[in-house]
């Protein structure tokens, strides 16, 4: 069976980017948690998608991510 990191290589490679760090890998899955416990499952994909979309380093997203407050809530 390929590993994560097998594929995500490949996965980049055929996309012509580089490979993210094991950091950012790690910071990438904090974001996708983030939105995940903050709304449901569904939300953290597509928030790794908004933050690669918008240009965002995964630490900047993360941060923005963690800075979200909705009406009702603290």
Not at 26 to 41: D, M, N, Q, V, Y
């Amino acid at each position: 069976m390929t590993t994560s990191k097998e594929w995500i290589l490949a996965f980049s490679t055929q996309l012509g980017v580089e490979a993210p760090s094991d950091e950012d890998v790690a910071t990438i899955l904090a974001l996708a948690g983030e939105a995940a416990h903050s709304s449901e499952r569904t939300a953290a994909p597509v928030a790794c998608w908004l933050a690669a979309r918008a240009g965002l380093h995964p630490a900047a997203a993360l941060e923005c991510a963690r800075r979200l407050e909705f009406a009702g809530e603290s």
